[in-house]
């Protein structure tokens, strides 16, 4: 089975969350100094995903990219925390983490 990259700028993918009945997707076009964005689309839907974010500097990378019920957070490699609270459609700021993100969890 091939990957389904229809909408994707690079089809280099490291994480993966469901929030509500929405998968959210991160990817890359690969594994080294590559620009990484989150994408959603509707749980068993196919067709394009739908870029969510802007492409950030860098992966987003495994375990940077959580989500629960409607709520979704994920890190850049930056250090940004960005966080969705309507299943990744809308992303804000949520502050900045000091040093290199290891992972991200909504609690």
Do not use: K, Q
Not at 18 to 23: K, L, N, R, S
């Amino acid at each position: 089975m091939g990957l389904d990259a229809d909408g994707l700028h690079g089809s280099y993918c490291r994480a993966v969350a469901v929030a509500g009945d929405t998968v959210l997707l991160t990817a890359s076009r690969g594994p080294h100094g590559s620009r990484g964005a989150v994408y959603r689309r509707s749980l068993g839907a196919s067709g394009a995903w739908e870029a969510v974010t802007d492409e950030v500097d860098g992966n987003i990378d495994t375990f940077w990219l959580d989500a629960r019920d409607d709520a979704a957070a994920f890190v850049t490699e930056a250090g940004e925390r960005w966080e969705s609270g309507d299943a990744g459609r809308t992303w804000s700021l949520a502050g900045r983490v000091a040093g290199t993100p290891r992972a991200v969890a909504i609690a």
